[in-house]
């Protein structure tokens, strides 16, 4: 029986699960939707859900809960009858928005020779 001795973490990588759970977070599209409507400053919940087409009630609560534990959004609530509830972005989720923009530019500028790749590849594979 061959046995192999696990090899040594590569420092290189760093916390892989941590920064996957992170990547998992900010790559997700309600985030970052969210994150670059809340860009123009604060917001309340019914105007982020109606600026953010497709996404329902209990997604966005979701988002904005995983976007506060995270530290990128505040959740400030106002003494007022009813309760009004403001969500911002922090400073974290501030710095979120240059590169998400930039990744959106990326996808932007590509969807032409994406949309050529998908067709040859369907072309490809019902040939």
């Given at each position: 029986?061959?046995?192999t001795?696990?090899?040594?973490?590569?420092p290189?990588?760093?916390?892989?699960?941590k920064?996957?759970?992170?990547?998992?977070?900010v790559?997700?599209?309600?985030?970052?939707?969210?994150?670059?409507?809340?860009?123009?400053?604060?917001?309340?919940?019914?105007?982020?859900?109606r600026?953010v087409?497709?996404?329902?009630?209990?997604?966005?609560?979701?988002t904005?809960?995983g976007?506060?534990?995270?530290?990128m959004v505040?959740?400030?609530?106002?003494?007022?009858?009813p309760?009004?509830?403001?969500?911002?972005l922090?400073p974290?989720?501030?710095?979120?928005?240059?590169?998400?923009?930039?990744?959106?530019?990326?996808?932007?500028?590509?969807?032409p020779c994406?949309?050529?790749?998908?067709?040859?590849?369907?072309?490809?594979?019902a040939g």
């Amino acid at each position: 029986m061959d046995v192999t001795a696990p090899r040594p973490p590569n420092p290189a990588h760093g916390d892989c699960s941590k920064v996957s759970q992170i990547l998992s977070r900010v790559g997700d599209k309600w985030t970052v939707l969210v994150v670059m409507m809340l860009g123009d400053g604060p917001r309340r919940f019914n105007e982020i859900r109606r600026s953010v087409d497709g996404i329902s009630q209990q997604m966005l609560t979701r988002t904005l809960r995983g976007l506060e534990r995270d530290g990128m959004v505040t959740r400030t609530i106002f003494p007022t009858i009813p309760p009004q509830v403001e969500y911002e972005l922090t400073p974290l989720g501030r710095s979120l928005r240059e590169p998400v923009m930039a990744l959106g530019n990326w996808a932007q500028a590509h969807i032409p020779c994406i949309d050529a790749a998908r067709i040859e590849y369907d072309r490809r594979k019902a040939g």
